[in-house]
Structure formats: structure tokens, C-alpha cells
């Protein structure tokens, strides 16, 4: 079955710097999407793209963040210079078009120290 | 979209049928309802959606009140793998689309 692959599992960072997390999409998806989850917390909704731009983001992601698509396979969340509280499960997912499920990638555990 | 009520937590023998209910009383009519579940820490896992129709696929089967007010998910013999949180989730295709996770419900499944 395709999956969202994710890299890497698990990053740790010193505050300030600068992050960007790795996603691969399943191939013929067109719809991309980040969330995160904080430890002990909901899951909650970053970005989505579509047609190579942003099409909605959440109060969360602010100027700190941005995503990138660079090439037909890579879609990217970058953070710029992170904080303590970025410390979080970010999870990539995609779909294939609007109103079906999404397949979500096994996540990149960010720690932020 | 509309807000989801879950129960907190169940429990399930192992080998029967776990039914996880969900209300969703204030859903208008172009929204649907999903149902997806993190295992652990993973990414949460897409299971079934539908509108008003019942669905089934090879994971579980929705059943979704006349009214649509409520909605119920049914693993129909569950396995100690199938132990998640399962989150319940009303959206409206068209508009927004972020999915709006609440706490779900956390099912373990007993041997």
C-alpha cells in the first residue's frame, strides 16, 4: 500500500535554529497538508497546498513557517528559527483530491532544546 | 464545521465487535462524517467516511443515524492491534479542508 514517508524520525535542535522537515507524498496525490501534535495533546492543523500554493493555514503557522514544494515528490515544512514550543510530532499527509480520506506519513518527532 | 461528542474510553473483548458511537447534532447537510485513529504516536490512520448512507469497507463498517445526528463505527472483530484513540470528525467538503481533531475516544481492546 503507498505511503507519506517522513524523515527524519526524530530531530533534535537547538533554539534559534533553523529546521526543515522532510515529507514525500504518496505519487498521484494532489492535496498536501502538515499537522502537529504536542505531547499529550490534540492533533492540530498547520498548512495545506494545493496546486503549489498555500490554500488555508491555521493561526499557528505564522511567519516562522513556510512549506515548499521544490520538486514533484518533495513537500517541505520549514522552521525558520525554532522556539521551545515547537517541540512536537509534525505530521505530513496528503490526498488525492478534496473529501477523501488522507494518508498521513509516521511523523518527525522535533525537540527542540 | 460541527462539533463531535465521543465517550472517553471503552473497552473491547478481543474477537468482538467494538462499537464506538459519536454525536454530532448540529451537522448541516453537506457535511460528512469521518473516522480516523492513531495508534500510539503514530499519524493518525484514515478509516471510513460517509454522508447519510451506511458504508462498509475492509476495516470497519459506519453507521449513520436517519436524522444524521449520530453516528456509530463498528469493528466488527477487534484485535489487540486495533487498541487507538479513534477520533470522529464532521467536515463539509467544499470548504475548508483542515480536519478539526478532538480527543476521540480510546479504545483498548482486552485479550
Known amino acids: 500500500e503507498p505511503e507519506v514517508t517522513q524523515t527524519p524520525s526524530h530531530q533534535v535542535t537547538q533554539m534559534g535554529q533553523e529546521v526543515i522537515l522532510r515529507c514525500v507524498p504518496i505519487s498521484n496525490h494532489l492535496y498536501f497538508y502538515w499537522y502537529r501534535q504536542i505531547l499529550g495533546q490534540k492533533v492540530e492543523f498547520l498548512v495545506s497546498f494545493y496546486n503549489n500554493e498555500i490554500s488555508e493555514k491555521s493561526e499557528i503557522f505564522d511567519d516562522q513557517f513556510s512549506v515548499e514544494r521544490p520538486d514533484g515528490s518533495n513537500f517541505t515544512l520549514k522552521i525558520r528559527s525554532t522556539k521551545l514550543e515547537d517541540s512536537a510530532m509534525y505530521f505530513c499527509?496528503?490526498?488525492?483530491?478534496?473529501?477523501?480520506?488522507?494518508?498521513f506519513g509516521s511523523g518527525t518527532r522535533l525537540t527542540v532544546v | 464545521d460541527a462539533k463531535t461528542t465521543q465517550p472517553t474510553s471503552m473497552d473491547c473483548a478481543e474477537g468482538r465487535a467494538a462499537n464506538l458511537p459519536c454525536n454530532h447534532s448540529t451537522i448541516s447537510g453537506n457535511e460528512y462524517v469521518y473516522w480516523y485513529r492513531q495508534i500510539h504516536s503514530q499519524g493518525p490512520q484514515y478509516i471510513i467516511h460517509?454522508?447519510?448512507n451506511n458504508e462498509t469497507n475492509e476495516m470497519a463498517s459506519l453507521i449513520i443515524t436517519e436524522d444524521r445526528k449520530s453516528s456509530t463505527l463498528i469493528l466488527p472483530h477487534a484485535t489487540l492491534r486495533d487498541t487507538a484513540v479513534y477520533y470522529c470528525?464532521?467536515?463539509?467538503?467544499?470548504?475548508?479542508?483542515?480536519?478539526?481533531f478532538g480527543k476521540g475516544t480510546k479504545l483498548t481492546v482486552n485479550p
Open positions: 470528525i464532521v467536515r463539509s467538503l467544499g470548504g475548508s479542508e483542515k480536519l478539526v
Open positions: 460517509g454522508l447519510k
Open positions: 499527509a496528503s490526498s488525492i483530491k478534496q473529501g477523501k480520506g488522507y494518508t
